[in-house]
């Protein structure tokens, strides 16, 4: 198996590169002048997606492949105040700049909604915002010009006191959603409340690949034992893949691999939480695993250390191919695992 590793919007090696610059609307109103402070919005867009493009030319000269973008591109986008100001038409040049270096380079690229995006919510005021958020990240990616390949992941949501009925209605509001946006959704297991196999369950029914997360589940696991993981429903979500590639028309795994996210925990006082670099043999035992069952595999890194613990990984799995283990180090963020 082939698995090329990622890291998440910020850079720990480059210098003045955020990608995420913002201004709160508390700070935006003290402006006075809105027409002034829209502007000033515009400018910290622009910088942000030059300092995407910078992150994405740095990801080119590490041989990484692999990225996610910063939710916080635009800031202040999707505030109600702000309604009637298009922030995405306003910096249209440089989201095409982004995403045509991206498409050259074949960059595998993605976003992450943040955790307000749900759509098991009871709430319709919430699954409005929802929407509203998951469509202009969507609107993002189409002023990229990305295709349906890239995508935003998100998770099911919260219990709100009784999880088969928002697991339920999570399926129902999600699935009423346009297929413009419905097409640019992953899902992924959490920490606290859905697992790997009932997010499974809502992936299968809405037809959306599932993004594995392998930190969650062993915080979260439901009952179900690594050997289940592996054995059973570890197949069901390499097949939400696999018809998603049908669906848009790809003919090899190389092209849409099935994509897992990768953190090691803080500290046994805190097991949820992320620690700053991700350890190898735990990953190397999940990914040897599922190695005979899928030919490629894409793994995201959720590390606060960034790129610096994909540099720290990759260092760990040379000593693992050194030392005669299951591990072939193909180029800087690439491995492959198994037969040699």
Same mark, same amino acid.
């Given at each position: 198996?082939?698995?090329?590793?990622?890291?998440?919007?910020?850079?720990?090696?480059?210098?003045q590169?955020?990608?995420s610059?913002?201004?709160t609307?508390?700070?935006?109103?003290?402006?006075?002048?809105?027409?002034?402070?829209?502007?000033?919005?515009?400018?910290l867009?622009?910088?942000?997606?030059?300092?995407?493009?910078?992150?994405?030319?740095?990801?080119v000269?590490?041989?990484?492949?692999?990225?996610?973008?910063?939710?916080?591109?635009?800031?202040l986008?999707t505030?109600?105040?702000?309604?009637?100001?298009d922030?995405?038409?306003?910096?249209r040049?440089s989201?095409?700049?982004?995403?045509?270096?991206?498409?050259?380079?074949?960059?595998r690229?993605?976003?992450?909604?943040?955790?307000?995006?749900?759509?098991?919510?009871?709430?319709p005021?919430?699954?409005?915002?929802?929407?509203?958020?998951?469509?202009?990240?969507?609107?993002?990616?189409?002023?990229?010009?990305?295709?349906?390949?890239a995508?935003c992941? $998100?998770?099911?949501?919260?219990?709100?006191?009784?999880?088969?009925?928002?697991?339920?209605?999570?399926?129902r509001?999600?699935?009423?959603?346009?297929?413009?946006?419905?097409?640019?959704?992953?899902l992924?297991?959490?920490?606290?409340?859905?697992?790997?196999?009932?997010?499974?369950?809502?992936?299968?029914?809405?037809?959306?690949?599932?993004?594995?997360?392998?930190?969650?589940?062993?915080?979260?696991?439901?009952g179900?034992s690594?050997?289940t993981?592996?054995?059973e429903?570890?197949?069901?979500?390499?097949?939400?893949?696999?018809?998603?590639?049908k669906?848009?028309?790809l003919?090899t795994?190389?092209?849409?691999?099935?994509?897992?996210?990768?953190?090691?925990?803080?500290?046994?006082?805190?097991?949820?939480?992320h620690?700053?670099?991700?350890e190898?043999?735990?990953?190397?035992?999940?990914l040897?695993?599922?190695?005979?069952?899928?030919?490629?595999?894409?793994?995201?890194?959720e590390?606060?250390?960034?790129?610096?613990?994909?540099?720290?990984?990759?260092?760990?799995?040379?000593?693992?191919?050194?030392?005669?283990?299951?591990?072939?180090?193909?180029?800087?963020?690439? $491995?492959?695992?198994?037969?040699?």
């Amino acid at each position: 198996m082939i698995v090329r590793f990622g890291f998440v919007a910020m850079s720990m090696v480059l210098d003045q590169a955020s990608p995420s610059r913002t201004m709160t609307y508390t700070a935006f109103a003290k402006l006075g002048d809105r027409e002034a402070g829209i502007r000033k919005l515009e400018r910290l867009a622009e910088q942000n997606l030059h300092n995407t493009l910078r992150l994405l030319k740095h990801c080119v000269m590490e041989e990484i492949e692999v990225y996610r973008f910063s939710s916080k591109l635009v800031p202040l986008a999707t505030h109600e105040a702000l309604s009637d100001w298009d922030a995405v038409e306003a910096v249209r040049p440089s989201f095409e700049e982004v995403g045509r270096y991206a498409t050259d380079r074949r960059l595998r690229v993605s976003f992450h909604p943040d955790h307000f995006c749900v759509f098991s919510t009871p709430r319709p005021e919430v699954l409005e915002k929802s929407e509203r958020d998951l469509a202009f990240h969507v609107r993002m990616l189409e002023a990229m010009k990305l295709g349906e390949t890239a995508k935003c992941n $998100i998770h099911v949501g919260g219990a709100y006191g009784d999880k088969a009925a928002s697991g339920e209605r999570f399926v129902r509001q999600f699935g009423a959603l346009p297929a413009r946006l419905r097409n640019r959704v992953t899902l992924e297991n959490d920490d606290k409340t859905f697992t790997v196999r009932e997010t499974l369950e809502a992936a299968e029914a809405l037809q959306v690949p599932m993004v594995l997360d392998i930190h969650h589940h062993a915080v979260n696991d439901g009952g179900d034992s690594d050997m289940t993981l592996v054995r059973e429903l570890w197949p069901r979500i390499d097949a939400t893949w696999e018809r998603e590639r049908k669906r848009l028309g790809l003919k090899t795994a190389e092209e849409l691999p099935p994509k897992i996210h990768a953190s090691s925990p803080k500290s046994a006082s805190d097991p949820r939480g992320h620690a700053d670099y991700v350890e190898a043999e735990p990953l190397v035992a999940v990914l040897l695993a599922i190695a005979d069952h899928t030919p490629r595999l894409d793994c995201m890194l959720e590390a606060k250390a960034k790129d610096k613990a994909l540099f720290r990984l990759m260092d760990d799995m040379r000593a693992i191919e050194q030392n005669g283990g299951p591990v072939t180090v193909l180029n800087r963020s690439t $491995i492959q695992i198994g037969d040699k």
